[in-house]
T-cell receptor, first 113, second 116 residues
Framework: DARVTQTPRDKVTEMGQEVTMRCQPI?????VFWYRQTMKQGLELLAY????????DSGMPKDRFSAEMPDATLATLKIQPSEPRDSAVYFC???????????FGPGTRLTVL | AQTVTQSQPEMSVQEAETVTLSCTYD???????LFWYKQPPSRQMILVIR??????QNATENRFSVNFQKAAKSFSLKISDSQLGDTAMYFC?????????????FGKGTLLTVNP
């Protein structure tokens, strides 16, 4: 049963610390997405990749966030330095092409104190 | 930019009854895709149903069906024979077709509670 995996599942850190979240997309999927979920903003797209190339990262605060796909089996989202307002659940999703279902990972709940 | 509106923040239904969740969207595109995702307390996002805008026939998946009204830009979800396991947040989502647009735009969600 193919699934998107994310680590860590939960992360508590202090303001100013670096946070790295990892995602393993489903093998063969060529698009990978990072979403952030908060009570106030709901689900919002941060960045996405197609065939490992970044297509859109306009939803991401550029000064502190970065997203990469070093290879087809790993996507990373890094926050440096972290701030309390970054507290949220971060989801990774993967899929094939336009119009098809995006499969979501279990999310990383980030708490920045 | 596309927007998705879910006007019902919370709803409740008795077990075995039918409930309809509303969703409207705004777009200038003619071809696109619409989705309903379910998020139970485990926080896992699960696809419930998918609709292609060029198809006039409403999508159906077992107890779940949609009422897709393209002219009105409305995409409601009907859950028949509600079960306790249907208790979750339900998100309506839009995916355009222009360019390399693969991203989902979500509504704010409707919290559905199924009561025994």
């Amino acid at each position: 049963d193919a699934r998107v995996t994310q680590t860590p599942r939960d992360k508590v850190t202090e303001m100013g610390q670096e946070v790295t979240m990892r995602c393993q997309p489903i093998l063969g999927h060529n698009t990978v997405f990072w979403y952030r979920q908060t009570m106030k903003q709901g689900l919002e797209l941060l960045a996405y990749f197609r065939n490992r190339a970044p297509l859109d990262d306009s939803g991401m605060p550029k000064d502190r966030f970065s997203a990469e796909m070093p290879d087809a089996t790993l996507a990373t989202l890094k926050i440096q330095p972290s701030e309390p307002r970054d507290s949220a659940v971060y989801f990774c999703a993967s899929g094939f092409t336009q119009g098809n279902e995006q499969f979501f990972g279990p999310g990383t709940r980030l708490t920045v104190l | 930019a596309q927007t998705v509106t879910q006007s019902q923040p919370e709803m409740s239904v008795q077990e075995a009854e039918t409930v309809t969740l509303s969703c409207t969207y705004d777009t200038s595109e003619n071809n696109y895709y619409l989705f309903w995702y379910k998020q139970p307390p485990s926080r896992q996002m699960i696809l419930v149903i998918r609709q292609e805008a060029y198809k006039q026939q409403n999508a159906t998946e077992n107890r779940f069906s949609v009422n897709f009204q393209k002219a009105a830009k409305s995409f409601s979800l009907k859950i028949s024979d509600s079960q306790l396991g249907d208790t979750a947040m339900y998100f309506c989502a839009f995916m355009g077709q222009r360019g390399s647009n693969y991203k989902l735009t979500f509504g704010k969600g409707t919290l559905l509670t199924v009561n025994p």
